[in-house]
């Protein structure tokens, strides 16, 4: 029997819960005889601590306790690396030294009674340093690349060098080229809610309620920090209140948490202020590419050379695929990649939604864009002509590919033929108008997963992963899955995710929770029926886990990407240089949408979010401490629903049979990339002013 | 955030004498409960006005007449307001977000401080939040900074978009303290930063802003207010301009011109005012009377941009008091 529920625009099974206040969030779950911790931030930008005056904050009213590395407990800090975290440092041991390696750093943390009294303590705290200057700013003489050491290797996931063919000297060659640099400012994720923990030990074993898009890993990373065995610690996160990847790492503030609910023997709550968001949860790393691109007068690419360079802390290499898409989305003979990254005093960056991709493809489609007005060629018909048949990178097809069928829907959608080609050509009154256009791409990953599925003598089922939902729509996806798979109605299907004891699912992130996280659960769903024809009629619940995995064969044979044509009209006005987005239109080509609704709904999202990273969102350090001057929602900015106009997202039929038994490779990154670069594109259509850096405002466009 | 009292002021004699001992007003709290949070203001003793019979709004002969109570929201959709005055009205809608004009008063918004990233941060130096400790955004970030009116000690904006309004149209106040009222123009209610920027209003211990009066005139139906920033609300004035002029005969026979984002208060444009009188209202007479805005202008490391950006806001600014709002 089958319900045919995939492919329902199904409302949220969760929503009531959600605008009922129903759902709970990490800092949701207070625990009897809670205690409140604050952390304090380092004022220094490196350094060492010197003096900790805990004396008179310890007397004061409620606090129960100062932790500072002083007294905190030498932790085991058992080696622990998962897949989310940089492959080569170690992570910030939190409160083992004295040594301050960034701005806002936790150096104390002020326990108390209520919230009130642990801040007033945390305000109170008196803390002495010896600075040095850090070296914040990449353009600094003293900031020096380095080789990323996981990317040394030629079959390294993400290679610091690749080359086909003889790239620079085809650009040396080329009768057409396009060189130059573009630069992606810092941005932090800023998610409506804030991290928060909640920790509880009994004995030796360990709750925490925690934000985390990864529950096994938080899981594992905190047994191994406090030398436990993992089953010891649990994690239970049912909701996210947005994430955008700012907790696919576990952070310091986890490991304080704990620290803190052992030292005063009960439980902590630990929430980090909107300021701390800005200081130690990752951030979108700086980053400045050099694109050059030859081609020959009728636009036909010949070589592609793109370098591009990541900022990092100075304790982990922190690498995003900034160069990736370059290796595949044009066909062209010569291509020559390098990545570096950039060791600064800073926290390390950590992936923020399209990680690298987002700021790879920008530099690529501008660079692209700008080629399309050297040719005076349409670029769109620019991308045509340049559209490989196969992965030259990998040479071996694309399990499917679908960018020009995108760009015919969204052109048609958007009227891209009503465009005048002219920089400065198309008015409305007297604001300049500009339409601009731009790829996005994403992988469709597919890691191990599992899922365990039960089913009741009352004809409901119950299903269960350690997947998270920090927005997409996760619980109701995963039912759609349950309930089309078992042929039972969604309402007799509960999804139930966010523990750590649950069977395990990979990260909530890489757009790989649809394909990882429902083939496990599709695989569960077969097994407890096939279980089912085994003891009909039992009147006992039945239960089964199954895991499911890419199938090896199809991912040696093909290359998988999703595929986007993204674009985008703006209005500049002539005068005050005021750039407001008008409309924008995205077409995607992600295999099978399981839920068009929230499919749609998560494009929106990530358009505003490129949206964001185009015209708005940068976080400015101050070169004097490494402080973020605008960690605060009135300086550091994001679309507002004014700025937000209408977006349309569509999707093209696309059915891959090799991705996944779904046929399905994950939208949430995909809409993201593709949107800055369109918009920047639209802002030189509008002006004739190229903007090479990220975010595009008044004072770029003032004057041509 | 520090412990501290609050009680409910019955009176305006009663809320005056609190105030003479010490005690802060509370009105919307949009600016003082925030900065309170951050621990940035730390007052022992408030007293809350709210109950106070400062709301209203009104015509009195051409004059507007606004209660300093009277919530931003509030003065901007009243129907005199947008009739007679629309330029206070187009200005009060540019401010904040819709949930800060719902509490924020009229009084509150002309004292509210300044909107410096360094201020806010307990760790930084500033003089105006712990005089005599440095300014740390004369060396730091400044994109959003003043160039007139600074001093060494200080290079602060005035955050308020109203208040950029009421100087250009000469709009007084009236207040009341322990030794009386007194009135006087809006303008006189700023002061300078000069050495002692924790100062930054000139009323006396205790006094209590009643009203704000905006004359009728000939030009307050040629009015506009433009406000120009990367995003299209919620975000202060990276520069702004209140334009108004009286045009007769063809002729412009008076005009008025103050901007915001680029002073330390709002700042009134008395040269480029004279300069447009007697002209007609064109855009090359706007622009050639634009360029004398930036003169005696003091531009920081990040800041550059406002002497491009001024004389064009300025220019469209008078360019909109011709268009419908």
């Given at each position: 029997?089958t319900?045919?529920?995939?492919?329902?625009?199904?409302?949220?099974?969760?929503?009531?819960?959600?605008?009922?206040?129903?759902?709970?969030?990490?800092?949701?779950?207070?625990?009897?005889g809670?205690?409140?911790?604050?952390?304090?931030?380092?004022?220094?930008?490196?350094?060492?601590?010197?003096?900790?005056?805990?004396?008179?904050?310890?007397?004061?009213?409620?606090?129960?306790?100062?932790?500072?590395?002083?007294?905190?407990?030498?932790?085991?800090?058992?080696?622990?690396?998962?897949?989310?975290?940089p492959?080569?440092?170690?992570r910030?041991?939190?409160?083992?030294?004295?040594?301050?390696?960034?701005?806002?750093?936790?150096?104390?943390?002020?326990?108390?009674?209520?919230?009130?009294?642990?801040?007033?303590?945390?305000?109170?705290?008196?803390?002495?340093?010896?600075?040095?200057?850090?070296?914040?700013?990449?353009?600094?003489?003293?900031?020096?690349?380095?080789v990323?050491?996981?990317?040394?290797q030629?079959?390294?996931?993400?290679?610091?060098?690749?080359?086909?063919?003889?790239?620079?000297?085809?650009?040396?060659?080329?009768?057409?080229?396009?060189?130059?640099?573009?630069?992606?400012?810092?941005?932090?994720?800023?998610?409506?809610?804030?991290?928060?923990?909640?920790?509880?030990?009994?004995?030796?074993?360990?709750?925490?309620?925690?934000?985390?898009?990864?529950?096994?890993?938080?899981?594992?990373?905190?047994?191994?920090?406090?030398?436990?065995?993992?089953?010891?610690?649990?994690?239970?996160?049912?909701?996210?209140?947005?994430?955008?990847?700012?907790?696919?790492?576990?952070?310091?503030?986890?490991?304080?948490?704990?620290?803190?609910?052992?030292?005063?023997?009960?439980?902590?709550?630990?929430?980090?202020?909107?300021?701390?968001?800005?200081?130690?949860?990752?951030?979108?790393?700086?980053?400045?590419?050099?694109?050059?691109?030859?081609?020959?007068?009728?636009?036909?690419?010949?070589?592609?050379?793109?370098?591009?360079?990541?900022?990092?802390?100075?304790?982990?290499?922190?690498?995003?695929?900034?160069?990736?898409?370059?290796?595949?989305?044009?066909?062209?003979?010569?291509?020559?990649?390098?990545?570096?990254?950039?060791?600064?005093?800073?926290?390390?960056?950590?992936?923020?939604?399209?990680?690298?991709?987002?700021?790879?493809v920008?530099?690529?489609?501008?660079?692209?864009?700008?080629?399309?007005y050297?040719?005076?060629?349409?670029?769109?018909?620019?991308?045509?002509?340049?559209?490989?048949?196969?992965?030259?990178?990998?040479?071996?097809?694309?399990?499917?590919?679908?960018?020009?069928?995108?760009?015919?829907?969204?052109?048609?959608?958007?009227?891209?033929?009503?465009?005048?080609?002219?920089?400065?050509?198309?008015?409305?009154?007297?604001?300049?108008?500009?339409?601009?256009?731009?790829?996005?791409?994403?992988?469709?990953?597919?890691?191990?997963?599992?899922?365990?599925?039960?089913?009741?003598?009352?004809?409901?089922?119950?299903?269960?992963?350690?997947?998270?939902?920090?927005?997409?729509?996760?619980?109701?996806?995963?039912?759609?899955?349950?309930?089309?798979?078992?042929?039972?109605?969604?309402?007799?299907?509960?999804?139930?995710?966010?523990?750590?004891?649950?069977?395990?699912?990979?990260?909530?992130?890489?757009?790989?929770?649809?394909?990882?996280?429902?083939?496990?659960?599709?695989?569960?769903?077969?097994?407890?029926?096939?279980?089912?024809?085994?003891?009909?009629?039992?009147?006992?619940?039945?239960?089964?886990?199954?895991?499911?995995?890419?199938?090896?064969?199809?991912?040696?044979r093909?290359?998988?990407?999703?595929?986007?044509?993204?674009?985008?009209?703006?209005?500049?006005?002539?005068?005050?240089?005021?750039?407001?987005?008008?409309?924008?239109?995205?077409?995607?080509g992600?295999?099978?949408?399981?839920?068009?609704?929230?499919?749609?709904?998560?494009?929106?999202?990530?358009?505003?979010?490129?949206?964001?990273m185009?015209?708005?969102?940068?976080?400015?350090?101050?070169?004097?401490?490494?402080?973020?001057?605008?960690?605060?929602?009135?300086?550091?900015?994001?679309?507002?629903?004014?700025?937000?106009?209408?977006?349309?997202?569509?999707?093209?039929?696309?059915?891959?049979?090799?991705?996944?038994?779904?046929?399905?490779?994950?939208?949430?990154?995909?809409?993201?990339?593709?949107?800055?670069?369109?918009?920047?594109?639209?802002?030189?259509?509008?002006?004739?002013?190229?903007v090479?850096?990220?975010?595009?405002?008044?004072?770029d466009?003032?004057?041509? | 955030?520090?412990?501290?009292?609050i009680?409910?002021?019955?009176?305006?004699?009663?809320?005056?004498?609190?105030?003479?001992?010490?005690?802060?007003?509370?009105?919307?709290?949009?600016?003082?409960?925030?900065?309170?949070?951050?621990?940035?203001?730390?007052?022992?003793?408030?007293v809350?006005?709210?109950?106070?019979?400062?709301?209203?709004?009104?015509?009195?002969?051409?004059?507007?007449?606004?209660?300093?109570?009277a919530?931003?929201?509030?003065?901007?959709?009243?129907?005199?307001?947008?009739?007679?005055?629309?330029?206070?009205?187009?200005?009060?809608?540019?401010?904040a977000?819709?949930?800060?004009?719902?509490?924020?008063?009229?009084?509150?918004n002309?004292?509210?401080?300044?909107?410096?990233?360094?201020?806010?941060?307990?760790?930084?130096?500033?003089?105006?939040?712990?005089?005599?400790?440095?300014?740390?955004?004369?060396?730091?970030?400044?994109?959003?900074?003043?160039?007139?009116?600074?001093?060494?000690?200080?290079?602060?904006?005035?955050?308020?978009?109203?208040?950029?309004?009421?100087?250009?149209?000469?709009?007084?106040?009236?207040?009341?303290?322990?030794?009386?009222?007194?009135?006087?123009?809006?303008?006189?209610?700023?002061?300078?930063?000069?050495?002692?920027?924790?100062?930054?209003?000139?009323?006396?211990?205790?006094?209590?802003?009643?009203?704000?009066?905006?004359?009728?005139?000939?030009?307050?139906?040629?009015?506009?207010?433009?406000?120009?920033?990367?995003?299209?609300?919620?975000?202060?004035?990276?520069?702004s301009?209140?334009?108004?002029?009286?045009?007769?005969?063809?002729?412009?026979?008076?005009?008025?011109?103050?901007?915001?984002?680029?002073?330390?208060?709002?700042?009134?444009?008395?040269?480029?005012?004279?300069?447009?009188?007697?002209?007609?209202?064109?855009?090359?007479?706007f622009?050639?009377?634009?360029?004398?805005?930036?003169?005696?202008?003091?531009?920081?490391?990040?800041?550059?941009?406002?002497?491009?950006?001024?004389?064009?806001?300025?220019?469209?600014a008078?360019?909109?008091?011709?268009?419908?709002?």
């Amino acid at each position: 029997m089958t319900t045919n529920v995939i492919g329902k625009p199904l409302p949220r099974v969760d929503g009531r819960a959600k605008v009922t206040g129903v759902a709970r969030y990490a800092a949701d779950f207070n625990q009897p005889g809670q205690a409140c911790a604050v952390i304090v931030g380092a004022t220094v930008g490196l350094g060492r601590v010197t003096g900790i005056d805990t004396g008179p904050v310890e007397k004061m009213p409620g606090v129960i306790a100062v932790i500072t590395h002083r007294n905190a407990p030498r932790l085991p800090y058992a080696p622990h690396k998962s897949y989310i975290d940089p492959a080569t440092g170690e992570r910030l041991h939190v409160l083992q030294d004295d040594h301050v390696r960034f701005y806002g750093q936790p150096v104390a943390v002020v326990v108390a009674d209520t919230i009130e009294q642990a801040e007033r303590g945390a305000a109170a705290l008196h803390i002495s340093y010896t600075p040095e200057r850090p070296i914040i700013d990449p353009a600094d003489a003293q900031a020096l690349p380095v080789v990323p050491e996981a990317g040394k290797q030629p079959d390294a996931r993400l290679p610091a060098d690749t080359a086909r063919g003889s790239a620079d000297s085809a650009l040396a060659d080329a009768p057409m080229r396009v060189d130059e640099i573009y630069e992606i400012a810092r941005e932090n994720h800023n998610p409506m809610e804030p991290h928060a923990t909640v920790a509880a030990w009994n004995g030796n074993r360990l709750t925490l309620w925690s934000k985390s898009q990864f529950v096994v890993n938080e899981q594992a990373e905190v047994a191994a920090v406090f030398g436990l065995p993992s089953e010891n610690v649990q994690v239970i996160c049912p909701f996210i209140g947005g994430a955008f990847g700012t907790t696919l790492r576990t952070w310091p503030h986890v490991t304080l948490a704990a620290m803190a609910a052992r030292q005063v023997a009960r439980p902590v709550k630990l929430v980090l202020t909107r300021k701390q968001m800005f200081f130690m949860t990752g951030h979108r790393p700086r980053t400045l590419q050099r694109m050059a691109l030859g081609a020959t007068v009728d636009g036909k690419l010949t070589c592609i050379v793109h370098e591009g360079t990541g900022e990092t802390s100075r304790y982990e290499e922190f690498m995003e695929a900034l160069t990736s898409v370059t290796t595949f989305l044009y066909s062209t003979p010569n291509v020559r990649t390098r990545y570096r990254l950039l060791p600064l005093d800073i926290g390390t960056p950590n992936h923020m939604r399209g990680p690298g991709e987002a700021s790879g493809v920008f530099a690529l489609e501008c660079a692209v864009d700008e080629l399309s007005y050297k040719l005076g060629m349409d670029p769109i018909d620019l991308r045509r002509r340049n559209e490989p048949a196969i992965d030259e990178g990998e040479n071996r097809p694309f399990s499917s590919r679908s960018l020009m069928k995108c760009y015919d829907l969204a052109a048609e959608r958007f009227g891209w033929s009503r465009r005048s080609p002219e920089p400065r050509s198309m008015r409305d009154g007297r604001l300049l108008v500009g339409m601009g256009v731009a790829s996005a791409s994403y992988p469709a990953f597919h890691a191990p997963a599992s899922a365990r599925a039960r089913l009741l003598a009352d004809g409901t089922a119950e299903v269960e992963v350690a997947a998270s939902d920090m927005g997409p729509g996760t619980y109701t996806s995963m039912t759609q899955v349950a309930a089309e798979t078992l042929g039972l109605p969604v309402e007799r299907v509960c999804f139930s995710l966010g523990r750590s004891d649950y069977p395990p699912a990979p990260s909530h992130g890489g757009s790989w929770t649809m394909a990882s996280v429902g083939s496990a659960v599709r695989a569960a769903c077969l097994a407890v029926q096939k279980e089912a024809g085994k003891h009909p009629q039992s009147g006992r619940p039945i239960e089964a886990i199954a895991s499911s995995q890419r199938d090896p064969d199809a991912a040696a044979r093909f290359s998988m990407h999703a595929f986007g044509a993204v674009f985008a009209e703006v209005a500049v006005d002539p005068d005050v240089g005021t750039i407001r987005l008008r409309r924008a239109v995205g077409a995607y080509g992600i295999g099978r949408v399981v839920n068009p609704r929230l499919a749609r709904s998560q494009c929106i999202g990530g358009m505003v979010g490129g949206m964001g990273m185009a015209l708005m969102e940068r976080t400015v350090l101050d070169s004097r401490d490494g402080r973020p001057v605008n960690a605060h929602m009135a300086d550091y900015l994001l679309p507002v629903n004014l700025d937000i106009p209408q977006l349309e997202a569509h999707f093209v039929e696309e059915l891959d049979p090799h991705v996944n038994a779904l046929g399905v490779k994950g939208l949430g990154e995909i809409a993201l990339v593709g949107m800055a670069p369109a918009i920047a594109n639209a802002i030189f259509h509008a002006t004739g002013k190229r903007v090479r850096a990220s975010p595009i405002r008044i004072e770029d466009v003032l004057t041509v | 955030m520090l412990p501290f009292t609050i009680e409910k002021a019955t009176s305006i004699q009663g809320a005056i004498a609190a105030a003479s001992s010490g005690r802060r007003f509370i009105a919307g709290g949009t600016t003082l409960i925030d900065l309170m949070r951050e621990e940035v203001e730390r007052p022992e003793h408030l007293v809350d006005i709210n109950t106070l019979p400062l709301s209203d709004i009104r015509i009195e002969g051409s004059d507007l007449v606004i209660g300093a109570l009277a919530r931003m929201a509030d003065v901007a959709a009243h129907p005199d307001v947008q009739r007679l005055h629309p330029l206070v009205a187009e200005s009060l809608i540019e401010g904040a977000s819709p949930q800060l004009r719902n509490m924020a008063s009229i009084g509150g918004n002309l004292l509210q401080r300044a909107r410096c990233p360094y201020f806010r941060m307990l760790d930084a130096s500033c003089n105006k939040r712990s005089p005599g400790s440095g300014c740390a955004a004369i060396n730091g970030l400044n994109a959003g900074h003043a160039i007139f009116g600074t001093s060494n000690h200080c290079v602060a904006t005035h955050p308020s978009d109203i208040a950029v309004v009421l100087v250009a149209l000469e709009a007084t106040m009236q207040v009341r303290g322990p030794r009386g009222e007194r009135s006087f123009p809006v303008e006189e209610l700023f002061r300078l930063p000069g050495d002692t920027p924790h100062l930054e209003h000139t009323l006396l211990p205790g006094e209590l802003i009643l009203t704000v009066r905006v004359p009728g005139s000939p030009y307050s139906r040629r009015a506009r207010y433009l406000k120009v920033r990367d995003r299209a609300s919620y975000e202060f004035a990276l520069v702004s301009a209140a334009a108004a002029l009286d045009v007769g005969g063809g002729v412009i026979r008076q005009a008025r011109l103050a901007v915001g984002g680029v002073g330390t208060r709002p700042w009134r444009l008395g040269a480029v005012e004279k300069a447009l009188i007697g002209k007609t209202p064109d855009r090359k007479v706007f622009e050639t009377a634009a360029r004398l805005a930036i003169e005696g202008a003091r531009p920081l490391s990040g800041n550059h941009y406002k002497l491009e950006l001024l004389p064009r806001t300025i220019v469209r600014a008078l360019e909109m008091t011709g268009e419908a709002a």
